[in-house]
């Protein structure tokens, strides 16, 4: 009689601390949303310049930035069913190569309509890297530490940008947009070969599709070397489902959560890009100058980078949708609070901080929510479903503000219109806590090392 030992995958992650080799995968999923942050942000510091060398109209500048984000809503969309399908690994390592080579040709554009579709072509990538780098970070990260480790990898985000931002102060008075631009292709077609070479599979992938033994074996021992006995065949908790990850996504028992995930960060998006896109024209408006306006707007991106962190961590020790709930909803009501204050500058400057920490930290959060909620089976396509359909809240922002801006509405009034967005935020987690916990953790668990006599 052969004994064969049966090892549940989720169960060895969640029992042992982190160790060195999913900490470097943290920080390369760390990196490589640091690099989509400074893509995304580009358009921003190239803006005026291109404006005085082509002599081009925001109006024209707005369909460069919509492209891109087109593209990141679709890239999103189309790329999780191939990932899970194909793997995580192999999409982010052609998503990244590929927002990068195009990066590379808008630094060559010739005119606005070439730049218009060189961005499309650019959100497309950016928009495949961020959900399932995401994804297979989760995928690594015990479930005790999973929201903060979501979040914290997050923060490459901001920390992109405003590498970015420091970069353009430095290579754009120097040597002019192409270089920036150049700069921020060249960085991630850099880093692709790095991440064939160090970033593993996620091993829950691996396991879900019944890849061979030995090649989850290989990456396990890596993760915790010694642990890993030679005669032994890897599980998860239940049996994949035999569907595919779209109709998973779709089913009855997850379909009410999804569409609340899609809801929540729908609007969630569309807050915090019109707030960021419209608020320095709003407090110029009120009688700021233009460096306070600058400088409020800077306070409120900030505050994400704190909030972010705040909300993985009260979500790693609380209800997740109860944290996510009373995050959004002090959000919303510092945000409508907002709109009274406008004769001072300090308490302005106050609630943007706190108002940017609460829907930029929410947002983040979002990402740690989907990836408690899907399957193994289903989790790229979960998240990037969800990251597709909240690119279109930031789309329909930007056509939102500037209806707002030519219907003459008074500051308080934006403000409390903006209440309604983030009063659905709140209302859709609550929702989706009440009547779609967390379905992929309801299945009977397996033991962690059982026997069993062939």
């Keep these: 009689m052969k004994q064969i030992h049966r090892l549940d995958v989720r169960e060895l992650i969640n029992g042992n601390p982190l160790s060195r080799y999913q900490k470097r995968v943290i920080l390369l999923g760390f990196i490589v949303i640091a690099l989509d942050g400074f893509d995304i942000a580009i358009m921003g510091f190239i803006a005026p310049t291109l404006k005085q060398e082509w002599g081009v109209s925001n109006h024209e500048l707005g369909f460069v930035i919509s492209a891109a984000l087109i593209g990141l809503a679709l890239g999103a969309i189309f790329s999780g069913p191939l990932a899970d399908w194909l793997g995580r690994k192999k999409i982010i390592i052609n998503s990244v190569f590929f927002f990068g080579f195009w990066t590379i ?7 606005i309509e070439q730049m218009i579709f060189f961005r499309f072509m650019t959100g497309l990538g950016l928009g495949a890297a961020m959900p399932n780098m995401s994804t297979l970070v989760s995928e690594y ?16 985000f901001t920390f992109g940008a405003a590498v970015g931002g420091f970069a353009a102060s430095w290579l754009i008075p120097r040597f002019g947009w192409h270089a920036l631009m150049g700069l921020g292709g060249v960085l991630p077609v850099v880093f692709a070969p790095l991440l064939i070479a160090l970033l593993p599979e996620s091993a829950r992938f691996l396991v879900s599709k019944r890849a061979p033994a030995a090649q989850i074996q290989k990456i396990l021992q890596r993760l915790y070397p010694g642990q890993i006995a030679q005669d032994v065949e ?21 379909r009410f959560g999804s569409m609340m995930l899609w809801l929540v960060y729908f609007m969630g998006l569309f807050l915090v890009y019109i707030l960021g896109s419209w608020m320095p024209t709003l407090v110029k408006e009120v009688g700021l100058t233009v460096s306070q306006a600058a400088l409020m707007t800077a306070i409120y991106q900030g505050g994400g980078t704190i909030g972010s962190l705040f909300a993985g961590w009260l979500m790693d020790r609380i209800n997740p949708h109860r944290a996510l709930g009373v995050i959004y909803a002090v959000g919303g009501i510092v945000t409508m609070a907002i709109g009274y204050v406008s004769a001072s500058f300090t308490l302005l ?16 959060g979002m990402n740690a929510l989907s990836a408690r909620f899907y399957p193994t089976q289903a ?9 597709g359909i909240g690119r279109l809240g930031a ?18 009034a934006v403000f409390l219109i903006l209440g309604i967005p983030a009063a659905l935020t709140v209302i859709g987690v609550a929702a989706k806590g009440l009547f779609a916990p967390t379905v992929a953790t309801q299945t009977p668990r397996a033991p962690d090392a ?5």
């Design 234 to 254: 890897f599980i998860l908790p239940a049996h994949p489902v035999r569907q595919s990850a779209v109709r998973i996504v779709l089913s009855r028992p997850y």
């Design 349 to 364: 400057c106050l609630l943007a901080l706190i108002g940017g920490a609460c829907l930029n930290g929410a947002n983040t």
């Design 141 to 156: 990260a015990p479930e005790r530490q999973r929201s903060f480790i979501i979040t914290a990898i997050f923060c490459g």
């Design 450 to 454: 059982i026997s069993h006599p062939l």
């Design 379 to 387: 989790r790229a396509t979960g998240s990037s479903w969800m990251h």
């Design 395 to 412: 789309i329909l922002s930007a056509f939102a503000g500037a209806e707002m801006m030519a219907m003459n509405l008074s500051f308080e």
């Design 105 to 111: 040709a808008t630094a060559f554009s010739q005119n």
